[in-house]
């Protein structure tokens, strides 16, 4: 039963934003709506937001009056740098329970629930396997409480799980998340000038790329896949291995005995070790990803690819600071452009076209979904948001299909600028 | 150094059983998911596990060149015990304060098997939490002794792996205690080569002994460094740190036995059969040590 009528909880969280945007491209979709305490961050086409938090009663109206079928939490928290221990645990622990009450009861309509969860779920320990699978529970009880947390809400969801058997339950667990858009203390420390290290570890690092945490989560929502998933991108590397790939110098700046107190007074002088990551720059950790990918899903990068992907990113970065406006919901504008009879479908903007290029047999169809609909102007204004490769593709679909001069010219400029920058992507 | 491989993780700070799918899913992935092992990246000094070929062929063309052919002087025989293809476990005895054993088997594979594979040495999970080390063990072929390590290396990687199951107890045995056996174990290695249904190759090292006899266990000294133990010998500690690499120039022979085959699926779940191979491979392993000490003429010239 493929998902018609969505509930995303979270929608202003990176991850919330990004999923919806993905889910407006699949005509499939008949409603897609959105909840979270605060407003959007990034623009939607249709997805609708309402402002609840994660009072369940509430939650349980909107699920019953829109007939959710499927509801996807990118909710939660897994670095304790963005909030208070207190909040977060608030929102893991608490809120987790309120959106699966608001889920459950036999005439509830939900028959899907993906759970976004993440590797903290393992921990990192000296007894680890190398390759943690989903059987697999932590060796060790958490000490830090964002894993606490992590666990506590996967209890609820286990739970909720052999409750309601009607329900395809599906959790993913990510590794850490590299990527150009998204922000996590791993991105921030690996910003820095030099890799900081304890001094005398060298860790298993494993990564996943932003984009393919977003397919993933989509992958999740088309279709039928109850059970743990481990999200990891293949290959496991050392963090020497990441700096490397970064260009910069490794730092043991963190001592191997009384690991804690230096990381306190680190945090003070503004560099920021969360007390969960101290466990994995000790000790690392690796998955066994094989899982999910014997599921049908295919990643887009590795994890080299996604360091190298931050790398170039990270290069880029001082250069871009001053581009594009942040984007501010506006609550009228929003209603507007989706309710007033004045609105005509050809004025709105350009349908966020799917960014996920396929291979290099490209031959058989469009590059970019439904690319053959597009008119040349909405093909223009896409052309400056895809990576060089993306662009040949496309430049040589077009070339065979269509034709059109004023499109192939777009596309030609496009490569230009971005073998000018370096052919850095989104430049 | 190889820890016998722990029982199964504790299961009971898992959350309470995720639905069904989490049960039914070890008898599945055995055959369904070794196609989908991660792919080789060329552009990788490292693999998934740790290992740096590098840092290995350094070491190999250096220390280990010059203990194998020149200090040592190790005589191999029966190499082709050892499978060409496929994973096997290799099970060896384990002496010498900083055991030579495992890189001179290592090394014996390079050298004279005629299809050379890398050799995954199984150690304690020691290793990891301790600095220095846990930089420099995995580079070096290392793996933690983790029954699900040993069984991706094994069943999916269809890798050679080494382990020993005296463990520590192997290396830190005093010289008079010489070629005798410790316990092996729970037989843990058993178990892992029959859930991987690869062969058992016993593998006897003499000479480890007389290398770098142990008279003594400081147990002040491996207190304050926090160490596995800390071992008196010739040369260690009144050199410093680099007397660990004191061996005396014993002569070093390598045996590999017959190996012993589990094709039959499910074997590992018969304890008792689990445990009276263990005993076989030992009572083996002593054989093959008395044998050849019985017929060594010198300790140093062989």
């Not at chain 1, 791993?186 to 910003?191: D, T, V």
């Not at chain 1, 950790?285 to 295919?298: C, I, S």
């Not at chain 2, 003499?206 to 010998?233: D, I």
Request: hydrophobic share 40%.
């Amino acid at each position: 039963m493929p998902s018609q009528r969505i509930l995303i909880t979270g929608l202003s969280t990176y991850w919330g934003g990004r999923l919806a945007q993905a889910l407006e491209a699949d005509p499939s979709i008949d409603a897609i709506i959105g909840v979270d305490n605060e407003e959007p961050s990034v623009e939607l086409e249709r997805t609708e937001y309402v402002k609840v938090g994660t009072q369940h009663a509430l939650l349980r109206r909107v699920v019953d009056a829109a007939e959710i079928d499927t509801v996807v939490d990118t909710r939660l928290v897994v670095d304790s740098a963005t909030t208070s221990s207190r909040k977060a645990h608030e929102n893991n622990v608490i809120g987790t329970m309120n959106i699966l009450a608001a889920c459950s009861g036999a005439d509830s309509t939900v028959r899907k629930v993906v759970f976004k969860s993440s590797s903290y779920f393992y921990g990192s320990g000296q007894d680890d396997p190398a390759f943690f699978d989903e059987s697999m529970g932590r060796p060790h009880p958490p000490r830090t409480p964002i894993e606490r947390d992590i666990l506590e809400a996967e209890a609820s969801v286990a739970e909720f799980a052999d409750t309601s058997p009607s329900v395809n339950v599906t959790v993913l667990r990510f590794a850490n998340v590299l990527g150009p858009r998204v922000r996590t203390s791993h991105i921030e420390l690996f910003s820095l000038p030099a890799v900081p290290m304890i001094l005398g570890f060298d860790p298993r690092y494993q990564f996943v790329h932003e984009d393919d945490v977003v397919h993933a989560l989509e992958h999740a929502t088309q279709r039928q896949l109850p059970g743990v998933y481990n999200v990891a991108a293949d290959g496991v590397l050392a963090l020497t291995e990441v700096a490397g790939l970064l260009g910069k110098p490794y730092a043991p700046i963190l001592p191997p005995w009384g690991t804690g107190i230096a990381a306190g007074v680190m945090r003070r002088i503004g560099l920021n070790f969360p007390s969960e990551m101290l466990a994995q720059l000790r000790f690392g950790r690796g998955l066994d990803n094989r899982r999910y990918k014997a599921a049908g899903f295919e990643y887009g990068y590795t994890s080299r690819e996604a360091v190298l992907a931050l790398a170039e990113h990270l290069r880029l970065h001082p250069l871009l600071r001053s581009s594009a406006e942040p984007y501010r919901y506006e609550r009228e504008v929003e209603e507007f452009l989706r309710w007033s009879p004045n609105v005509r479908n050809g004025t709105r903007r350009p349908a966020p076209v799917s960014r996920q290029v396929r291979g290099a047999g490209l031959t058989a169809g469009p590059p970019v979904d439904h690319y053959d609909d597009l008119r040349p102007d909405e093909i223009i204004s896409l052309t400056s948001s895809l990576e060089p490769e993306a662009l040949r593709a496309l430049r040589e679909y077009e070339n065979g299909h269509h034709g059109r001069a004023a499109v192939i010219e777009a596309i030609d400029s496009a490569l230009a600028r971005s073998q000018a920058s370096g052919g850095a992507p989104g430049a | 150094m190889a820890d016998p491989p722990r029982t199964p993780l504790s299961v009971r700070e898992q959350p309470p059983g995720k639905g069904a799918p989490a049960p039914a899913l070890p008898a599945r992935r055995q055959d369904d998911l070794r196609r989908y092992l991660p792919g080789v990246e060329p552009e990788r000094q490292l693999t998934d596990w740790g290992r740096s070929e590098r840092v290995e062929s350094l070491l190999d063309r250096t220390l280990v060149e010059f203990y194998y052919r020149y200090w040592f002087r190790a005589e191999v025989e029966g190499i082709e015990n050892v499978p060409a293809g496929g994973g096997a476990l290799l099970v060896s005895n384990h002496s010498g304060a900083l055991p030579p054993d495992a890189v001179m088997i290592g090394k014996a594979l390079r050298e004279e098997h005629p299809h050379p594979r890398p050799l995954n040495i199984t150690v304690e999970h020691f290793f990891k939490g301790y600095p220095g080390f846990s930089m420099l063990i995995p580079k070096i072929g290392c793996v933690a002794a983790h029954p699900a390590n040993v069984h991706r290396l094994l069943y999916d990687e269809q890798q050679l792996v080494l382990v020993f199951p005296e463990g520590r107890k192997g290396s830190e045995k005093l010289y008079k205690d010489r070629y005798q056996l410790r316990r092996f174990g729970r037989g843990g290695f058993v178990e892992a080569a029959m859930r991987a249904q690869v062969p058992i190759v016993p593998v006897c090292v003499v000479g480890a002994e007389e290398a770098q006899p142990v008279f003594a266990q400081l147990k002040l000294l491996k207190k304050l460094t926090g160490l596995l133990y800390v071992p008196l010998t010739p040369t260690f500690p009144h050199l410093g740190p680099l007397g660990m690499l004191g061996y005396l120039p014993a002569k070093f022979k390598l045996r590999f036995l017959e190996p012993i085959h589990f094709d039959d699926e499910g074997m590992h779940e018969d304890k008792g059969l689990v445990q009276t191979t263990a005993h076989e491979v030992r009572a083996r392993i002593q054989d093959g040590l008395f044998d050849m000490v019985s017929k060594r003429g010198s300790v140093w010239f062989g």
